[in-house]
T-cell receptor, first 115, second 110 residues
Framework: DSGVTQTPKHLITATGQRVTLRCSPR?????VYWYQQSLDQGLQFLIQYYNGEERAKGNILERFSAQQFPDLHSELNLSSLELGDSALYFC??????????????FGEGSRLTVL | KNEVEQSPQNLTAQEGEFITINCSYSVGISALHWLQQHPGGGIVSLFM???GKKKHGRLIATINIQEKHSSLHITASHPRDSAVYICAVSRDNYGQNFVFGPGTRLSVLP
């Protein structure tokens, strides 16, 4: 158990809909990362938050948004869903930057299927 | 050309064999990570390296910064080692901002 919790584990929805994926990082971890893993692609970095602030942005579509709340949990919002958004979405957390080992701890992932 | 490449793409081995998975990268990095993804999808971090060599049980990871190359070795492989092994590099000074390799799918047969 990595200590990172993601919900829901599975989600099936229709094109055009909006979904929210939730992530609770390990206790004490300030950084949260979101990744997308499609069938035909490897892991793609979407976005990073550190202590509530956006720290880095990757290949995140404009239809997607994220935020990190004061209690450090994070949500990834996916809207106007398309078939191609079907993927595994992973959240990971890492320790504070000072003295950071750099190790990532991954959640189990949320499998999104868009029909 | 991808910034992080892995070889082989797929690997089938017999139980007990010594396995090597290679990773090469073309960007400057602050650290390199080896991840394991099981068939169920969960991802576990195996190693983080910035130089030299690390060992954990039957797993050994090495990195050569000058050659921009890392290897993951599995000794006495076992069917439970069957998984996708992913090399990832972190590029910024905070050790984050990862770029992932395409993964190597390993199957160890009993």
């Amino acid at each position: 158990d990595s200590g990172v919790t993601q919900t829901p584990k599975h989600l099936i929805t229709a094109t055009g809909q909006r979904v929210t994926l939730r992530c609770s990082p390990r206790s004490g971890d300030l950084s949260v990362y979101w990744y997308q893993q499609s069938l035909d692609q490897g892991l793609q970095f979407l976005i990073q938050y550190y202590n509530g602030e956006e720290r880095a942005k990757g290949n995140i579509l404009e239809r997607f948004s994220a935020q990190q709340f004061p209690d450090l949990h994070s949500e990834l919002n996916l809207s106007s869903l398309e078939l191609g958004d079907s993927a595994l979405y992973f959240c990971a957390s890492s320790a504070p930057l000072v003295g950071n080992t750099g190790e990532l701890f991954f959640g189990e992932g949320s499998r999104l299927t868009v029909l | 050309k991808n910034e992080v490449e892995q070889s082989p793409q797929n690997l089938t081995a017999q139980e007990g064999e010594f396995i090597t998975i290679n990773c090469s990268y073309s960007v400057g990095i602050s650290a390199l990570h080896w991840l394991q993804q099981h068939p169920g999808g969960g991802i576990v971090s195996l190693f983080m390296l910035s130089s030299g060599k690390k060992k954990h049980g039957r797993l050994i990871a090495t990195i050569n910064i000058q050659e921009k190359h890392s290897s993951l070795h599995i000794t006495a492989s076992h069917p439970r080692d069957s998984a996708v092994y992913i090399c990832a590099v972190s590029r910024d000074n905070y050790g984050q901002n990862f770029v992932f390799g395409p993964g190597t799918r390993l199957s160890v047969l009993p």
